[in-house]
């Protein structure tokens, strides 16, 4: 590849809003045979028509230069299609798919294609989806040139998504017939859901005000910064915490500000339980979801924490971790392709038979029913409650902005 | 030029050469519409500013505009339309009447969408009516012009075809921001249009070649003309026809084809030539006697009066054939001489025969010619004249031999029998006012003193059958004949134009229009002749021939001609008469038609007559006799290996050497790209170095050796020399290859060539390898 030329097209931005510096998915391996199959369009069927139309008359009524000029017609049709993406087959493309991909958020498809025989002339390059279509055309591509086509996509669900193969389409010369080929394998991505912005400290005094006066009088204070005693551990830098504690050698050891960690530290620790109702309306769900969704991305920005996520569904899910990247993901993907409706009494008891952690527990519903009571009372800690039909009584959150619009 | 600019230009370009094409297809129908092609193409300019600029109607008031005028257009065609259906003797259907005035039609609409906000249908609907003006001038034109102006929108419109696909596809993926992209060709693809329509030719022509054909006839847009025909309706070639449409309007072309080639000799064994044939030598071809609203043919009084002879070329009906080749000729007396004639009927328009052909006898005056064996019936004698049988359609050569008697008088038949029905068929006075106007002018020729016409010689005089005659018809028709040919009120001109389309064409000419070709005046000399009571026929034929040397001659069709035969009494013995037919010619020799000198014009002339005789044999009048006699005909043969039976035709071996070569190239082509699909291609081991070079092809052609893949050159030196031992011929060379090797190395990698000596023992050490066994 010492001497090929490389062409791009950077019409469409291609970042993605996120702080996460996940690598994009390998390049889709090309296909070793392409399937490619030729057709009229529909134009050229017309054409066939009218061709058709001109010899009968011409035959019928013996009229030669009509005839001539039908038969003309008619023999561009096999020409066209004897001519439409001819070296169609000896394309290769790979396809680059960013992650994370959120559902309202647009993204980068990114497309690498190059010509191993001769020049193709009139290319049109397709990567489509259920819910979205996108297209280049290439005048020419020459032999060996690389060309990396990118494209914007906005994808509005969360879940699974399936990129049908990369199809390339030639209807070069004339445009009465076409080829088309598969160049790619089919790709498979989860799609996150639509993350909103929450306001961590609201969230913090939420949690605190949902506990019980004599809990919230047992907690013990914060930690004065200036009493720097008890020290137990090393932990990476937070934001929020005090440069005086960040242990300058081991920072300068492992590449990363590290602080000490005092051993009556409070942690934010959260235990979020997503409760969807059966007979709630799809954008009230959703709502919940990106709530949730939310909650947990905010949360596993700050390292170190314990939180756990119980989804209801016919089998509840109950994951838990160290917040972090990794974590992130884990959560999210849960909840972009678990959360279903399902029996509270299954959820709970799956909640009872897993050890928790020590941790406030933030419920999120989609209905106002006191079933966080239940939950408290089953869980034996204070339960702060966020109803997903009224956002608005939820302080400490925004939704998603609509991209679409 | 960015691919929107070119595309429009191209959409605009191949508008206007369809508008051009209907414009040149329909002047004969719709004369204004030549004068209206400028404004048009005016018209077509500012619309494509104006799409260029975003100055376009709104779809409403295009709509509203549009309608309009379709509305008024129409209106006015068919007012027009069905004014002309009133014209008398008109009796196409209105569907023919109407069809030349679709093109009006279709231009208004072109035009009417031209401002209007544009689609992607919109263009496809744009170029759409392109093509169906295109096509309409197909049916409604057959000349060479518009074959060029249809090659030209073609070509364009290919050339459109893929820019405009290139800019919808741009347009289709970039809808979201301004595609400005550029043509990606060089030279913004001029040459695509040819290419492509030189391909799409390639697969179209054989396939109109070889469809089946419904009719005999091929479609000639002079249908459409209905039966006064229009002003300036197109061109004709000169030459022999099966028969005489004064009702045409054409300008005719005076083509040099070879009609009929001619060798002449003096004696029977053929060893002596005749170079002296006269100058105005008459070869004759049909003879019509049937007159009828404008047209000449050979009629219904043919069978009724002649007989069809099947012995002349074929089988004698009681008596057992002799060898059609050895057939014999009469003997015609002193001074009688022999022609072997070679025709092609399509050419020739028929069969000709040198005047005169008389029958003397039972043995007929024609017989096929040497090695010639088709037997069919080709001429009829008609009261003691041989004359053809009409089958202009017929693509096959004919040869056959004549024997011409000497004539003491060349325009007088040798006197023969006379069928009273015939006579009096042929003089029967044509209906109208030619009658009265001819007796005038025959009085008023008689009038002048010194006149060779008495007042005596025109009064009339009754005859057997109740019909009456001049007293003196031989000097009544010589009269009438010098009136036409040289009083000068007549004029010869390749003009064939009509004034009045009310009156019988005839009358038209010897009233108002008073010049044109030599079928108006033999027409013309034959009516009057018939007006007066007497027996006139047309002959067509051919006058003149052209010696080439060695009694060799040729026919040119630009020498076909026309002529009247009368029948005259003449006193014969014991108070009988003999009836002859006297041969009258009233067209005016004086006028020759200047031809062009310069011999670049010739030139440019005769390959312009070979293309214009290619395309009206092989596409405009191509028929079910060309597609069997030249086509399937060529094809069978060829495979056939008869060669005797191939036809003569040139074209027909160029088609057949033409389709024989592209299948050769196809095949080859099929097989390269089989062979490189299948094996990979060869290493050729060819050095930059010349000895080493040089080495290696003597190993490959001598010995066999070739280095393999991967093999360096030491090692397959080593490897040669080894094999070169093994062979007591070469084993005193086997050391060869291993030290040319290493000077191979040495020059190619260690940059020290050869020095003088060195490359000379190299030279001699290379000669002995090539020279041993």
Sequence with gaps: MGNRRTRSDVGTPSVLSTEYSVPSSAPSPGRTRVRSHRYFTRVGLLWLLGATVAVSISLFRSINLLLLLGCFLLALLPLNLMLAGRRLRHLRASRRLPRPVFAGTPFAVQIELVSRRGPVLGLRVEDCGDAHEVAWFLPRLRKGELVRLRGEVTLPRRGRYAFAAVRVWSGYPFGLAARRAWLTATDEIIVLPRLGRVRRGLLRRRLVTSAPVAAREARPSRRDPAAQTDFHSLRAFRSGDSPRWIHWRTSARRGELMVREFEDEHTDNLIVVLDLGAEESPAVVEAAVSLAATVCWEWCRQRGDRLALAVGGPEPALIEGVTGEALAFRLLECLAVRPGVGDRAALLDRLGAEPLPRAAVLLVTTRADGFADELARRLGRPVACAEASDLAGVEFYEGPADHDA | ?773
């Design chain 2, 1 to 773: 030029m960015t691919l929107n600019l070119a595309a429009r230009v191209t959409g605009y370009l191949t508008l206007a050469l369809a508008v051009a094409c209907l414009a040149c297809a329909d002047a004969t129908f719709v004369p204004a519409l030549p004068w209206l092609l400028p404004i048009i193409l005016v018209v077509l300019v500012v619309g494509f500013v104006a799409e260029g600029r975003g100055w376009v109607l709104p779809a409403w008031v295009a709509n509203v505009l549009g309608i309009g005028i379709v509305v008024a257009v129409t209106g006015g065609v068919v007012v027009y339309v069905l004014g002309k259906a009133d014209v008398p003797g008109d009796d196409r259907p209105l569907a023919l009447l109407l069809l030349p005035y679709i093109g009006p039609f279709l231009l208004v609409l072109a035009l009417v969408k031209l401002f209007r906000p544009k689609t992607a249908s919109d263009l496809w609907a744009l170029q759409g009516l392109g093509l169906l003006m295109a096509g309409l001038g197909c049916v409604l034109a057959d000349g060479g012009p518009f074959g060029a102006l249809l090659l030209a929108y073609l070509v364009c419109g290919a050339w459109h075809l893929a820019l405009a696909y290139l800019r919808r596809e741009e347009l289709r993926t970039t809808a979201t921001r301004p595609a400005r992209g550029a043509v990606p060709w060089r030279a913004l693809g001029v040459l695509h249009g040819p290419r492509s329509v030189l391909a799409a030719g390639l697969l179209a022509v054989p396939v109109f070649l070889l469809l089946p054909r419904a009719g005999d006839e091929p479609w000639t847009p002079l249908i459409l003309a209905g039966p006064h025909g229009g002003k300036g309706a197109g061109r004709g070639n000169v030459g022999l026809t099966a028969g005489i449409d004064l009702n045409r309007t054409e300008t005719l072309d005076p083509a040099d084809e070879v009609a009929v080639q001619v060798e002449a000799f003096h004696d029977r064994t053929q060893t002596q030539p005749k170079t002296d044939l006269r100058p105005t030598q008459r070869w004759r071809g049909l003879t019509l006697d049937s007159y009828e609203n404008g047209r000449w043919g050979p009629g219904r009084t043919l069978l009724a009066n002649s007989v069809l002879i099947d012995e002349v070329m074929g089988q004698p009906q009681l008596l057992p054939p002799p060898p059609p080749q050895t057939r014999p000729l009469p003997d015609l007396g002193r001074g009688q001489y022999y022609l072997n004639l070679t025709v092609l009927p399509r050419k020739a328009g028929g069969l000709v025969l040198a005047e005169p052909a008389v029958v003397r006898g039972r043995v007929l005056p024609v017989a096929p010619a040497l090695g010639e064996a088709r037997v069919r019936p080709l001429f009829q004698e008609m009261m003691g004249i041989l004359t053809p049988v009409p089958q202009p359609h017929d693509r096959t050569e004919v040869r056959y031999r004549q024997v011409v008697p000497q004539a003491a008088d060349p325009n007088l038949s040798e006197p023969g029998p006379v069928h009273v029905r015939y006579a009096a068929l042929i003089s029967r006075p044509p209906a109208g006012p030619l009658g009265p106007w001819t007796r005038a002018l025959v009085a008023r020729l008689a009038r002048p003193a010194g006149s060779d016409l008495r007042p005596a010689d025109i009064e009339p005089v009754a005859m057997v059958g109740g019909w009456t005659w001049p007293r003196d018809p031989e000097r009544v028709a010589r009269a009438l004949t010098t009136y036409l040919s040289s009083s000068g009120d007549y004029t010869y001109s390749f003009e064939q134009e009509r004034s009045d389309s009310a009156l019988d064409p005839t009358f038209d000419f010897l009233v108002n229009v008073r010049h044109g070709p030599c079928t108006r005046f033999a027409s013309a000399l034959a009516l009057m002749l018939r007006s007066l009571g007497l027996p006139a026929r047309v002959v067509l034929g051919f006058r003149g021939c052209e010696h080439l040397g060695g009694g060799h001659y040729q026919v040119l069709s630009s020498q076909a001609h026309a002529w009247v035969e009368v029948l005259v009494g003449r006193p014969g013995p014991e108070g009988t008469t003999l009836w002859h037919w006297l041969t009258l010619d009233p067209t005016p020799s004086a006028e020759e038609v200047p031809r062009p000198s310069f011999s670049l014009v010739r030139w440019w002339e005769k390959h312009g007559d070979a293309s214009a005789a290619l395309w009206r044999d092989y596409i405009v009048e191509y028929n079910p006799n060309t597609q069997g006699n030249v086509v399937l005909g060529a094809l069978s043969d060829s495979f056939a290996g008869t060669e005797e039976s191939l036809p003569n035709s040139p074209a027909a071996g160029l088609l057949v050497g033409a389709a024989v070569a592209l299948g050769a190239v196809a095949l080859g082509a099929g097989c390269l790209v089989w062979f490189k699909r299948r094996r990979p291609a060869r290493a050729r081991h060819v050095s930059r170095v010349p000895f080493y070079a040089r080495l290696l092809d003597v190993l490959a052609r001598r010995h066999g050796l070739r280095p393999l893949p991967a093999q360096t050159a030491r090692e397959f030196a080593a490897e040669a020399g080894r094999i070169l031992r093994e062979q007591p011929a070469t084993a005193g060379l086997a050391e060869l290859p291993a030290r040319l090797a290493e000077l191979f190395y040495r020059v190619a990698y260690g940059g020290r060539p050869l020095t003088d000596d060195e490359a000379h023992a190299v030279q001699r050490e290379l000669d002995a390898l090539a020279a041993a066994r």
